[in-house]
């Protein structure tokens, strides 16, 4: 009998999370994320998973970011019917996520159906359907709470830790028991930066035998919180100095809320203009924003006592944009405001009509605040394009581009090496980085350090109940 880890995705790349473990003729699943980026990419997401979805007994979800979770309903849809485990907020988060991500793969449907019917050809099918999404809502079993430990089958035990990276996001460690074998497993699902206004800081990793970590920002520091903040600030300034438009692309969860929360903080400090309209142009941000109010258990004690003076997400001159006709009212306003749209990474959604509008325009800036994927439109106009297409047009780039990386919901090199702890006898197994950059430094560093890791590639099944483990077991 063995224990035997397979890597389905996140192998030598950031997205598209899932991850198979199996022991004693049981079979978990950690994640089930999409993958995400270019075209190409994107159609790896439509490739068979490597495994049977009805052999499956559980899956547990560290969060419900779209590269952890974007491809549960497709698992569901192909024969998944074992329990899913997550927080209570990873599951509420999870079902907004998966419920947009299906209305797109129908949307994007037709639009290919109509098109192909112009051609002759046969109709192209979604992934999965909103109708996939809703069932998927069903196999979610009660909300896990942080630290519990869980006994799933005999000789299997599963502990969730707090991540610190969104609401509700955690770390899975599991132990595992199979005849005379045995061998502990952590899977850092995504690991947060230390000292951020909303959640509390990740829990340092407990100790394993194998340690299955994310590399996504493995080769770099980011930049100091405070100096982010300040050139946040800096560009609504300047900005709205020269009558222009901030345009924000924001991811849905926790970026968007702590925008938000250090645009009012800096409102009332007046270190930016109070009057300043804000638009939150995304009716994902705005659902994710209602479930951050209701897990006031994933807060951390700083911000709690913030939420027992007032509600840090509202302020009078926030602006909701739920449905299309006020999201395209925004499209007619000149200068003078700041708007936070979806996605991230530019590769769909709301902020590609406002980039539409902007991009072009000098006195514009755009602001980037998370990361950008290989082949996303946002990693082009990084990267320095001239002209990029959006909706079949094309825009030149003008405005000014801000990066601001220090607000990364990611650890940064020296943040992951800190949760690690490495001064440990455990064996590394790197993930969810491009291999040329986080992954890779972050193999030299445990390296230097006597760490001993690998990197797994898609598909291959490792061993984990090596001899070295047994005896120290
Ligand atoms: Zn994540």
Not at 64 to 92: N, Q
Not at 219 to 237: C, F, I, K, N, W
Request: with cysteine; charged share 20%; net charge negative.
């Amino acid at each position: 009998m063995d224990i035997v880890y397979t890597c389905h995705g996140a192998a030598k790349e950031v997205t598209g999370s899932c991850h198979l473990l199996e022991c004693s003729g049981k079979r978990l699943l950690i994640d089930c994320g999409m993958f995400q980026g270019g075209h190409q990419q994107e159609a790896a997401n439509a490739a068979p998973f490597g495994f049977d979805p009805a052999s499956i007994d559980v899956l547990l979800l560290t969060h419900a970011h779209l590269d952890h979770c974007g491809r549960i309903p497709k698992l569901v849809r192909e024969g998944f019917r074992g329990r899913i485990l997550a927080t209570g907020a990873t599951r509420d988060l999870a079902r907004i996520v998966m419920l947009d991500a299906a209305s797109l793969q129908e949307e994007d449907a037709r639009r290919a159906q109509r098109g192909g019917r112009r051609r002759g050809e046969s109709a192209a099918q979604p992934l999965f359907t909103l109708d996939d999404a809703l069932h998927a809502m069903d196999y979610f079993a009660e909300p896990v709470a942080y630290g519990s430990d869980m006994a799933l089958f005999d000789g299997i035990h599963a502990r969730f830790l707090d991540a610190g990276h969104i609401l509700g996001s955690a770390s899975v460690l599991l132990k595992l028991k199979t005849g005379d074998r045995a061998c502990s497993v952590l899977f850092s699902g995504d690991i947060g930066q230390s000292g951020r206004p909303i959640l509390r800081d990740p829990v340092p990793a407990p100790e394993a035998d194998y340690v299955v970590m994310e590399t996504t920002y493995g080769d770099r520091p980011h930049r100091a919180l405070p100096d982010s903040v300040d050139e946040l600030y800096r560009a609504v300034r300047v900005t709205l100095a020269r009558g222009g438009n901030v345009i924000i692309p924001s991811f849905a969860l926790e970026r968007a809320q702590e925008i938000l929360y250090y645009l009012r903080q800096g409102m009332q400090q007046g270190a930016i203009p109070s009057h300043v309209p804000i638009f939150l142009d995304s009716p994902m941000a705005i659902s994710a924003t209602e479930i951050f109010r209701r897990h006031p258990e994933c807060f951390g004690d700083a911000f709690l006592q913030v939420l027992r003076k007032d509600d840090p997400f509202a302020m009078p001159n926030l602006h909701f944009s739920r449905d299309t006709a006020q999201s395209m009212a925004i499209n007619h306003i000149e200068s003078g405001a700041i708007i936070l749209a979806g996605s991230g990474m530019c590769t769909g959604g709301r902020v590609l009509h406002h980039l539409r509008h902007n991009l072009w325009r000098e006195r514009c800036s755009v602001v980037f605040v998370g990361y950008a994927a290989h082949g996303s439109l946002a990693r082009s106009i990084i990267d320095g394009a001239r002209n990029v297409r959006i909706y079949g047009e094309d825009v030149q780039v003008k405005a000014q581009l801000w990066t601001i990386n220090g607000f990364s919901a990611h650890a940064d090199q020296g943040a992951l090496l800190a949760w690690l702890g490495t001064a440990r006898r455990t064996r590394v197994l790197l993930v969810h980085g491009e291999y040329e950059r986080g992954m890779h430094a972050m193999e030299q560093c445990l390296d230097k350090a006597g760490v001993a890791c690998q990197v797994p590639e898609q598909g291959e099944a490792i061993s984990l109940s090596r001899q070295d483990v047994l005896q120290a077991n």
